[in-house]
């Protein structure tokens, strides 16, 4: 695991915030159901052979899936 140099400002899974960013190449096990500090991670693969994490709070996500359900937002 490492974390990238370049990360971008918003995730490009979601198009949200995120908390922290990571990159893997090797196995990988994720379980949120009792997280205390994130709710969601995105995953987006990426042409270094690597996958990349955005891991989001509960925060970033309740406001992300409030969003999603009040319909597409202007900003």
Do not use: K
């Not at 695991?1 to 990571?22: L, T």
């Not at 379980?31 to 270094?48: A, H, I, K, M, S």
């Not at 509960?58 to 409030?66: G, I, L, S």
């Amino acid at each position: 695991m490492e974390v990238p140099a370049d990360p971008p400002d918003a995730c490009p899974v979601c198009d949200r915030a995120y908390d922290s960013v990571s990159a893997h190449d090797a196995g990988i096990m994720v379980n949120l159901l009792d997280n205390q500090r994130y709710q969601r991670v995105c995953f987006e693969p990426r042409p270094e052979e690597r996958l990349w994490f955005f891991h989001h709070t509960h925060a970033q996500a309740t406001v992300a899936d409030a969003e999603r359900a009040d319909g597409p937002t202007t900003d």
